[in-house]
């Protein structure tokens, strides 16, 4: 069996950030491996920002992702 990730996106901005747009999977996975193996939750949101600019995800949605991962502990 594979790595288990979610995108996890509150119910309420669902019609802004569709769970299962493609763009986001790879980002995604690639922050919850990251944070699995120990990496600090900035540096893991800073690779999971590169990705989803990889991906063409645009500047604001990467910004306000980037935010979200970045400091959901902190909240």
Same mark, same amino acid.
């Given at each position: 069996?594979?790595?288990?990730?979610d995108?996890?996106?509150?119910?309420?901005?669902?019609?802004?950030?569709?769970p299962a !747009?493609?763009?986001?999977?790879?980002?995604?996975? #690639?922050?919850? %491996? /990251?944070l699995?193996?120990?990496?600090?939750?900035m540096?893991?949101?800073?690779?999971?920002?590169?990705?989803?600019? !990889?991906?063409?995800?645009?500047v604001?949605r990467? #910004?306000?992702? %980037? /935010?979200?991962v970045?400091?959901?502990?902190?909240?």
């Amino acid at each position: 069996m594979g790595f288990q990730f979610d995108v996890s996106i509150p119910r309420a901005l669902r019609w802004l950030f569709d769970p299962a !747009a493609p763009e986001y999977l790879k980002a995604a996975a #690639l922050h919850d %491996w /990251l944070l699995s193996e120990g990496w600090d939750r900035m540096t893991a949101g800073a690779v999971f920002h590169n990705a989803l600019a !990889a991906d063409g995800v645009s500047v604001w949605r990467r #910004l306000v992702m %980037w /935010l979200a991962v970045s400091l959901y502990r902190y909240t």
